[in-house]
């Protein structure tokens, strides 16, 4: 068995690491004739990708490090992007999984755009091999809750992402001076609710674990089916949504279309240059499956969010993110149907004082309805739980703009008297072990004021 979760992870590392050489290749030898290749851009030239530019149409600090491999193909700008883990997870406590597992958690992300009709044009393409690379419900991760796998609810584990991850395109247009209109939409994308998912943030990037609030935050960033409008300028933007809220089923492969009846809003400010505000909230028809003949039912959620960065000394970067999450609608018990309403709060940060060492921790406190944890003895009660994890990602070698790192993390999981029992005791720990690959990071200058497009230094 352990033959072949090695086979599946280094499987993994060898496909994406592929993909990402021959695209260095390309970069480094490929251009259209006449055009100076992205290295050799002066910083006047402003890319059609803007560092603020996080998972689906939100925002980022103006000044975040773009980790890709970027080239170009006639009139097109072309970004490829991503993050591979290697991992080796242990959680102790829980009756309810096995406690280890090898897999790989991975994603990647083609993006690419052109001027068209005097205004933007792109489209997006994200993929992760997750389905392939993490076996069974999902990899160990105490206190994770969401979604369902052999006709029942996941929980103590983090379900592996779908194959397909994004499908979508935008268009964007001047409106008016430095305010413009954007509209963005797909067969599988991000509606406008919530920060920019963990995987995309800078203080999650280094973390291979899912935040145990993630269903509270960000879980809409695989959304299959949103279409999104919204006007912005160079310090704000207002957008909304309708998209399909129903959950991915446990067939990772597919895509889960439904209807567009579920609607969503996001104010977003970015004060300063490392500074990024969001406030959101959404109403998710059928937003929760239901188990066995159990109906589906509808939630509502409410997030605020503050994103904040700052480069530091030699290549380096310290990223921190505060969120708020709030989930409220019902809640299917054995013995009948409860309504619920239940809060989360993240605190998460990486501080990497070089481009050799980061530091990453997260602190979150939820709280999750009793049933989320299988613990249906308790009914319709909600448990506060509490998870501290922190880790070190230590980068060994530089191979074109690919960089490979070894790394580890250590976490405490807390959970009340009630259910200390069931995690043989009230605190949990945990621990992992990973390789990493990633794309450097480029270095790039501040956002155009007029209109929100970066300008990359190359």
């Known amino acids: 068995m352990l033959a072949t979760l090695r086979s599946r992870v280094w499987g993994a590392a060898i496909a994406l690491a592929a993909v990402l050489s021959t695209t260095v ?123 369902l796998c052999n006709g029942d609810t996941i929980h103590d584990r983090q379900h592996p992402h779908d194959l397909f991850m994004a499908l979508a395109a935008d268009y964007d247009h001047s409106l008016r001076g430095p305010v413009r209109w954007q509209v963005y939409g797909g067969l599988a994308g991000e509606p406008a609710l919530g920060p920019p998912a963990f995987p995309h943030r800078p203080s999650a990037a280094p973390n291979p674990l899912a935040p145990i609030g993630h269903h509270w935050l960000d879980s809409t960033h695989i959304t299959f089916g949103v279409v999104t409008a919204g006007v912005y300028g160079p310090r704000w933007k207002a957008e909304g949504s309708v998209f399909n809220g129903r959950e991915p089923d446990e067939h990772r492969t597919d895509l889960d279309l439904g209807r567009l009846d579920s609607l969503s809003g996001r104010l977003s400010v970015n004060p300063t240059t490392h500074l990024a505000i969001q406030v959101s909230a959404g109403h998710l028809r059928d937003g929760e499956a239901g188990i066995g003949s159990l109906p589906a039912r509808d939630v509502d959620r409410a997030t605020a969010s503050a994103i904040y960065q700052r480069a530091m000394g030699d290549g380096g970067l310290w990223a921190t993110t505060v969120a708020y999450g709030w989930k409220a609608g019902l809640n299917d018990i054995p013995t009948g149907v409860a309504s619920f309403s239940t809060h989360a709060l993240l605190l998460e940060s990486s501080f990497a004082p070089s481009r050799r060492d980061t530091w990453f921790g997260r602190f979150e406190l939820v709280g999750k309805p009793a049933h989320d944890l299988h613990a249906e003895e308790y009914a319709s009660q909600v448990f506060t739980l509490g998870k501290l994890q922190g880790g070190y990602l230590r980068q060994l070698m530089r191979w074109k703009s690919l960089e490979f790192g070894v790394g580890g993390s250590g976490g405490l999981s807390i959970v009340p008297p009630e259910l200390a029992p069931r995690y043989e005791g009230r605190i949990a720990p945990g621990f992992g072990v990973f390789l990493s690959v990633q794309p450097a990071a480029m270095l790039h200058g501040s956002t155009s004021a007029g209109d929100g497009h970066g300008a990359h230094v190359h």
């Open 25 to 147: 290749v390309a970069q480094e030898h490929v251009h259209p004739e006449g055009a100076a290749p992205p290295e050799h851009r002066h910083s006047s030239e402003a890319s059609l990708f803007a560092t603020r530019e996080g998972s689906g149409t939100a925002w980022l600090p103006d000044d975040t490090p773009m980790r890709a491999v970027h080239t170009t193909a006639g009139s097109w700008e072309v970004m490829l992007m991503g993050n591979l883990f290697a991992q080796l997870l242990y959680d102790s406590g829980s009756e309810h999984h096995s406690g280890h597992q090898a897999g790989s958690i991975n994603w990647g992300m083609v993006s690419a755009r052109r001027p068209s009709a005097s205004g933007r044009l792109g489209f997006q393409a994200m993929l992760s091999l997750e389905p392939f690379t993490i076996p069974g419900c999902g990899y160990p991760d105490s206190l994770a809750t969401g979604e």
